[in-house]
């Protein structure tokens, strides 16, 4: 970090402020993109969105000093203008009296709500994106998620919900062999809101469903222009996630199967990607469902896969073509023995029960090197590309035949 009279530079990668941390500053973000993690109470890391130019971050630092309620890093290059609880006090005594008083008076009752909702979990009304992120993330607030899933079902129709797509890479031949489709909302309001908090409050109040036929069908579109662009013909995949909503649906297969045709989408190159425990909510259901998509052609991945509590046993049940390493394992294999002994085991796995592997989360090039040497077959992560939009993504395949690690 930087200082330069009140500005201060943060590079790609830095901490801003830490949760938990006493701060005496906030910032108006000027240029660049943060990222703002919250770790919830059963120590996850969950990211609540993005904030750009002209968002104010760490507001409450200069209301009541309180410790700062979330980690913020930033994703770009940025430049802050610094607001320490001094500049505010003196600002605010500075101004007009009315304008003060009325500052001063929301401030408080901003303040009260937050520690009213802090005590009681309630509902609030007003509350800036952070704090409904915050709030919603940590309690679960009912009222809240309604708001949301319905403004949620809007905005899939009104073009602010779009996809991003994450090569995923054959780390024996080097080549990009297709993505991930990934749902990316960017509210008119309060910016970018991350999937990690809609696509819960989506599964529970059911618009999942519609997201879902949503998402399939512009991800096959994509795919076809992408191979159109590019010369691609008919050798990359489309991985999609679809939830246990989906699943129940009673014309699933179908459902799927038309919108593939009707892209002209060869059903070999969709890949669905579901997790251990929608297996396990409803077993048969689920393993006829994935049996006609298996007859179909698709192929069938397992999300997340070492982070359900299930038997190992299921693996025979269902129909399953592909396994994705959690990128929690993947992400510290270098540092923690008994990671690396999950991602030899889970690889050596899938050897034996003919499915094929990839690794989620790969940031750097040891983890690529090694996981090829471990004999994985594919791997996706920010090493080799992050989530793009199509266009980013037809350029990225034109670029390089092959990657480079
Ligand atoms: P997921 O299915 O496990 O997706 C992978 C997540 O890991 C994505 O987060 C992706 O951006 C992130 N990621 C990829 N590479 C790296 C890396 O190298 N390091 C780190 N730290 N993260 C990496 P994203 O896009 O925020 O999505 C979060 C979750 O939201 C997804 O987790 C998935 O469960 C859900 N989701 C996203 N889009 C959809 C969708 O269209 N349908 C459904 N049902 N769920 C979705
Ligand atoms: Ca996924
Ligand atoms: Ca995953």
């Known amino acids: 970090m930087e200082t330069t009279g009140s500005?201060?530079?943060?590079?790609?990668?830095?901490?801003?402020?830490?949760?938990?941390?006493?701060g005496q500053s906030a910032y108006i973000i000027e240029e660049g993109r943060v990222d703002i993690v919250i770790e919830t109470p059963d120590g996850k890391q969950q990211s609540v969105g993005t904030r750009g130019a002209g968002a104010m971050i760490g507001e409450m630092a200069i209301v009541?000093?309180?410790?700062?309620?979330?980690?913020?890093?930033?994703?770009?290059?940025?430049?802050?203008?610094?607001i320490t609880s001094e500049d505010f006090a003196r600002r605010l005594e500075n101004t007009d009296p009315v304008l003060r008083m009325t500052t001063q008076v929301i401030l408080t009752r901003y303040r009260d709500t937050l520690t009213?909702?802090?005590?009681?979990?309630?509902?609030?009304?007003?509350?800036p994106a952070e704090v409904i992120e915050l709030s919603h993330a940590e309690k679960g607030d009912a009222v809240q998620n309604i708001k949301i899933s319905n403004e949620f079902s809007a905005a899939l129709k009104n073009g602010e919900v779009s996809l991003h797509y994450q090569p995923m890479i054959d780390l024996q031949t080097h080549q990009i062999s297709g993505f991930e489709a990934l749902m990316r909302w960017?509210?008119?309001?309060?910016?970018?809101?991350?999937?990690?908090?809609?696509?819960?409050?989506?599964?529970?109040?059911?618009?999942?469903?519609?997201?879902?036929?949503?998402?399939?069908?512009?991800?096959?579109?994509?795919?076809?222009?992408?191979?159109?662009?590019?010369?691609?013909?008919?050798?990359?995949f489309m991985s999609v996630n679809f939830s246990s909503r989906d699943f129940v649906a009673e014309n699933f297969v179908d459902s799927v199967y038309t919108t593939i045709s009707e892209?002209?989408?060869?059903?070999?190159?969709?890949?669905?990607e579901i997790t251990e425990r929608m297996l396990m909510d409803q077993p048969d259901h689920a393993r006829e469902t994935l049996n006609m998509c298996r007859k179909a052609g698709m192929d069938i991945?397992?999300?997340?896969?070492?982070?359900?509590?299930?038997?190992?046993?299921?693996?025979?049940?269902?129909p399953i073509g592909i396994l994705k390493i959690d990128r929690s394992f993947v992400s510290d294999m270098h540092s923690n023995e008994g990671s690396m002994a999950l991602v030899k085991s889970i690889i050596g796995l899938?050897?034996?029960?003919?499915?094929?592997?990839?690794?989620?989360?790969?940031?750097?090039?040891?983890?690529?090197k090694s996981l090829k040497e471990l004999g994985c077959d594919m791997a996706q992560g920010y090493y080799f590309a992050r989530p793009?939009?199509?266009?980013?993504?037809?350029?990225?395949?034109?670029?390089?035949?092959t990657i480079e690690f």
């Open 7 to 22: 500005k201060k530079k943060f590079s790609a990668g830095d901490i801003i402020m830490k949760q938990g941390e006493a």
């Open 301 to 318: 991945s397992i999300d997340d896969f070492g982070t359900g509590y299930s038997s190992l046993s299921y693996l025979n049940y269902f």
């Open 186 to 236: 960017e509210h008119p309001e309060r910016g970018f809101i991350s999937p990690n908090i809609f696509i819960p409050i989506a599964e529970e109040s059911g618009v999942i469903v519609e997201a879902s036929e949503w998402a399939l069908k512009e991800s096959c579109k994509a795919l076809r222009r992408m191979e159109q662009r590019t010369g691609r013909d008919r050798d990359l």
């Open 388 to 401: 793009m939009p199509e266009a980013d993504v037809t350029k990225f395949i034109a670029q390089a035949d």
């Open 116 to 127: 009213r909702a802090d005590i009681t979990g309630a509902g609030k009304n007003w509350p």
């Open 64 to 82: 009541d000093n309180a410790p700062r309620t979330a980690t913020v890093k930033a994703v770009e290059d940025c430049i802050l203008l610094e």
């Open 350 to 368: 899938g050897k034996n029960m003919k499915m094929k592997i990839i690794a989620e989360g790969v940031e750097h090039q040891e983890e690529a």
């Open 263 to 272: 892209s002209d989408v060869r059903p070999e190159q969709l890949h669905i």
